[in-house]
């Protein structure tokens, strides 16, 4: 089993800044990839940005270039830099990890409210 407790959501105006964590339970240096995805009232889940554990990334192509993913092994972390923030981007936002011979794994979420 693996748990992601994600932090760092809150309120924020446009054009600010929020940075997530998503920490996990174990070791990820093994882990195929994690990513962060959201999901906005009324709508699908969709994937924010991905993190490969070759170090390939991608994005979604509404956030490129103010989203930035990176992943610390050491610290079984990988975070979510965002900034120039639209209102457009108010989600929930969940931590993934697909862990080899496991599967995948989500956090509960944190929520990231951008006012106009």
């Known amino acids: 089993q693996v748990q992601l407790v994600e932090s760092g959501g809150g309120l924020v105006q446009a054009g600010g800044s929020l940075r997530l964590s998503c920490a996990a339970s174990?070791?990820?240096?093994?882990?195929?990839?994690m990513g962060w995805y959201r999901q906005a009232p009324g709508k699908q889940r969709e994937l924010v940005a991905i993190?490969?554990?070759?170090?390939?990334?991608n994005y979604a192509y509404s956030v490129k270039g103010r989203f930035t993913i990176s992943r610390d092994n050491a610290e079984n972390q990988v975070y979510l830099q965002m900034n120039s923030l639209k209102p457009e981007d108010t989600a929930v936002y969940h931590c993934n990890a697909n862990v080899p011979m496991m599967g995948d794994y989500w956090g509960q979420g944190t929520q990231v409210t951008v006012s106009a």
């Open positions: 174990r070791s990820i240096f093994s882990f195929n990839n």
């Open positions: 993190i490969f554990k070759s170090g390939y990334i």
